[in-house]
């Protein structure tokens, strides 16, 4: 005999108000699971998803079949944002295609939700992730992080207005490019359709926001999208500035992180849904999905800030020249000096040298080191060894004559570093052993790590109590300017308080690199204080970084400017700033690198991490025969690191062994390193 069924089973034991209540929580019942059948019945046409599921983990790092609802049809469209249930939780991933039928041999699970119809993930961007992944042996959900901005529904839900029409005026470009040969040729390539490949070292006193508006307008005009990378906000909005002087309002949009996330989302529609397709901005623009991409270009590549601090650290040089093979566009690596990279484009014959005649450049700029001629040291005995020597001074009161001059110096502060006046032996504190700085010229000595005030310090080796200071910062170097040149105005760019422009009056500009203003009508004199310390730097880019922040800011002059510099006479990167040469520099630096297996001659990664976790890596990672490795050396507390040598041509074997590493280390849940292929610095 069974037992009977309960009450809520049998509504006619029940009393009447309640009765009521079970029919109808039964009839809502059964609609829900009608809806939901409804809803879980799959689309008609490619009901299979291949979703790319937003989790950092290696071994999952692929794309994953799910069924795609009929009520989900038209808005599970490839590139649009989706949720799915994955390891137990809802997480968002994005449809890389529909297909009619899966490999996979069980049930589906079903797509939750549909989070947009916009399509964010356009097929190009798909195959670069994948191939960037692979480059730097990372994941895909760590690149298309990089990739795709966040989502605003309410900015999504407004159109994107079509750009105006464009008349482009190529006798002005060519005139523009007149000083750099062969870029007239360069031009008319692209306004063809053509894709020329060129390394461009920029003349001094280039309006190089202007060239590139003009490169930029020569392939718009033949139909296709451009794109251009620069290291700053600075540099997009000069950039940003000459597109609209050449090609008008409403046909490009700047990429930047500082526009806010409405701005930036509804650039960033704008350009995938075809409204726009000229892009400017920094390193993450450079995956913006542009239609019809005929061009991209790159400025000042061998800034660090090109380089992704983020995993898995893509450098925007790599990630364009990527995009330009794969797509078949032209490129344009420029900048006022030349980076060993781009030097190697060129002795492979990937890129042509766009550059300007010895001439031009004569007539443009003239360099001269403090206290290199006999008759320099003759007028001032103190030329070679002061760190501001008078042929500086007589160069600043002769340039205030006719306009404005720029100082750089490269430390940030007022006294940096303090030393003993007697024996030279550095000032430290007494309660952490930090360097003794000042902070201004009323306060006493304190520590630079935990802020000590020394007010009776005295010198540990000798015992006395006067104090000289061997680095000085932006701070003092413009207070001893404002002393010498009692009537000058003298203004700081530095830190947080750096000045984008300042106009043409007679003034003194000290700034550190990287933060120097451009002139309304270009610096009459620029001034180049303590090249030592750029130069001291234990750096392998030491060298070539210090002669990219001297010649960045000596193109900061007029025509017919001159630049001044205090320093060695006899180093080579001085000397090829004296002779305008930095492709002459980039030539020999690609030499040494090459006599020493180093980069771009070579593929170089590093792991970092726990020194058990580092010696596990390398227990695991299956290596090409050709692999050095250098190490372990410890770079930190508790932190090792190994670097990880072949050569170039085994470089894509490295990268998916370092790959393969990843996902066997996600795998088994092993303790996390670091690996960084290709680091900007080691």
């Not at 008319?188 to 508006?213: F, I, Q, Y």
């Not at 206290?371 to 030329?383: E, F, I, P, Y």
């Not at 932190?639 to 996600?666: D, F, H, I, K």
Request: charged share 25%; net charge neutral.
């Amino acid at each position: 005999m069974t037992d009977p069924a309960p009450p809520s089973e049998q509504p006619e034991l029940l009393p009447g108000m309640v009765r009521a209540t079970v029919k109808a929580s039964q009839a809502k019942a059964r609609a829900t699971r009608a809806k939901k059948a409804a809803e879980a019945e799959p689309a008609e046409r490619d009901p299979v998803a291949r979703v790319l599921v937003d989790v950092p983990l290696a071994h999952l790092d692929r794309p994953f079949d799910y069924t795609v609802p009929a009520a989900m049809a038209e808005s599970a469209v490839p590139g649009a944002r989706v949720k799915v249930r994955f390891a137990g939780q809802d997480v968002q991933g994005y449809v890389v295609e529909r297909v009619a039928a899966s490999d996979h041999a069980g049930r589906l699970a079903p797509l939750r939700r549909a989070v947009s119809a916009e399509p964010v993930l356009a097929p190009q961007i798909v195959t670069l992730s994948a191939e960037l992944a692979e480059r730097y042996a990372g994941t895909r959900s760590d690149v298309l992080r990089l990739a795709v901005p966040a989502r605003h529904a309410t900015t999504e839900k407004q159109p994107s207005p079509r750009a105006p029409a464009f008349d482009r005026d190529a006798t002005a470009g060519e005139t523009a490019w007149s000083g750099h040969d062969p870029g007239v040729p360069f031009l008319r390539h692209l306004a063809e359709g053509a894709d020329p490949r060129a390394v461009w070292t920029a003349a001094p006193a280039t309006d190089w926001p202007e060239l590139l508006a003009h490169a930029v307008a020569a392939t718009y005009a033949a139909g296709r999208g451009a794109l251009v990378c620069v290291p700053d906000g600075k540099d997009v909005a000069r950039v940003d500035a000459a597109l609209t002087a050449v090609l008008g309002e409403g046909h490009h949009v700047a990429l930047t992180a500082d526009s806010g996330p409405a701005r930036r989302y509804r650039d960033f529609l704008a350009v995938s849904r075809g409204a726009r397709r000229i892009v400017i901005g920094t390193r993450a623009a450079s995956f913006a999905p542009v239609r019809d991409l005929g061009l991209v270009v790159i400025w000042d590549d061998g800034d660090d800030l090109h380089a992704e601090p983020r995993a898995p650290y893509p450098h925007t040089r790599e990630t364009l020249l990527l995009r330009a093979e794969r797509e078949g566009t032209a490129a344009l690596v420029g900048g006022f000096a030349r980076t060993v990279e781009g030097e190697y484009l060129l002795r492979t014959g990937w890129a042509r040298a766009l550059t300007a005649p010895r001439e031009e450049v004569r007539r443009r700029i003239t360099v001269s080191v403090a206290g290199a001629a006999d008759q320099d040291v003759a007028r001032d005995v103190h030329a070679r060894s002061a760190r501001i020597p008078k042929q500086v001074h007589d160069t600043v009161r002769d340039a205030l004559t006719e306009g404005s001059v720029l100082v750089q110096t490269p430390r940030l502060g007022y006294v940096t570093a303090l030393a003993c006046e007697r024996c030279r032996t550095p000032a430290r504190c007494v309660a952490c052993q930090g360097p003794l700085a000042l902070r201004g010229p009323t306060v006493p000595p304190s520590c630079r790590w935990c802020g000590t005030v020394a007010e009776a310090w005295s010198c540990r080796e000798c015992g006395h109590r006067g104090l000289r200071a061997p680095v000085l910062g932006d701070a003092r170097t413009a207070e001893e300017l404002g002393r010498a040149f009692p009537n000058t105005p003298v203004r700081t760019s530095s830190g947080d308080s750096v000045l984008a422009t300042v106009d043409a009056g007679r003034q003194i500009v000290v700034a550190t690199p990287g933060a120097e203003p451009v002139a309304a009508e270009g610096y009459a004199a620029v001034v180049l204080l303590d090249t030592w310390l750029l130069l001291s730097r234990i750096d392998l880019r030491a060298g070539e970084e210090a002669l990219r922040r001297w010649v960045n800011a000596a193109a900061l002059v007029r025509p017919g400017g001159r630049v001044v510099a205090v320093g060695d006479a006899a180093h080579p990167a001085l000397q090829a700033l004296v002779r305008w040469d930095p492709a002459g520099f980039a030539a020999r630096e690609t030499t040494e690198r090459q006599d020493a297996h180093l980069p771009p001659a070579s593929r170089l990664a590093t792991i970092s991490g726990e020194p058990g976790a580092v010696d596990d890596a390398l227990t695991l990672l299956s290596a090409p025969d050709s692999a050095e490795v250098l190490g372990p050396v410890e770079v930190g507390e508790d932190e090792s690191r190994v670097v990880v040598r072949v050569p170039r041509a085994q470089g894509a074997e490295l990268s998916r062994a370092l790959g393969e590493l990843q996902r066997l280390r996600s795998a088994r849940k092993l303790d996390a390193v670091r690996i960084q292929v290709d680091p900007q610095s080691l």
